[in-house]
């Protein structure tokens, strides 16, 4: 079965982030705020995962928000690390690009979602 865009984006940027945190812990000895940026930046795959094995809609919304939530929460580990001079401003800029890509994809696709769940509840569809 072939991977949607959103599945294959979110993967991409969990194993960059991976490799974000390899680089932050053994090049500039950081760990505190590099294992929250961790746990984030592969948590929005994860939920993109597991929305798409979602049992309804709600629950598909549901997990994509998830997602979202934590794109934004990845966003604010990426600019203080940058911001504090552990993340130089190349790898920055380029891994904060696809975080910003990633959210809007999933923006995109709730507001899709809830369009047409609205459209399909309508008593005159």
Request: hydrophobic letters at 40%; a positive charge.
């Amino acid at each position: 079965m072939k991977e949607n865009i959103i599945q294959q984006k979110s993967y991409a940027f969990a194993s960059r982030i991976i490799k974000a945190y390899k680089y932050l812990t053994s090049e500039q000895r950081e760990f505190v705020l590099s294992k929250q940026l961790l746990r984030s930046g592969t948590s929005i795959g994860a939920n993109v995962k597991e929305a798409l094995a979602a049992s309804s809609t709600a629950d598909f919304i549901n997990k994509l928000n998830i997602a979202a939530k934590e794109a934004r929460e990845t966003s604010y580990w990426l600019r203080l690390l940058h911001d504090n001079d552990f993340l130089p401003t190349e790898a920055f800029d380029s891994i904060h690009f696809h975080n910003l890509e990633i959210s809007k994809l999933l923006s995109s696709i709730l507001l899709s979602t809830k369009t047409n769940a609205k459209t399909h509840a309508s008593p005159n569809s």
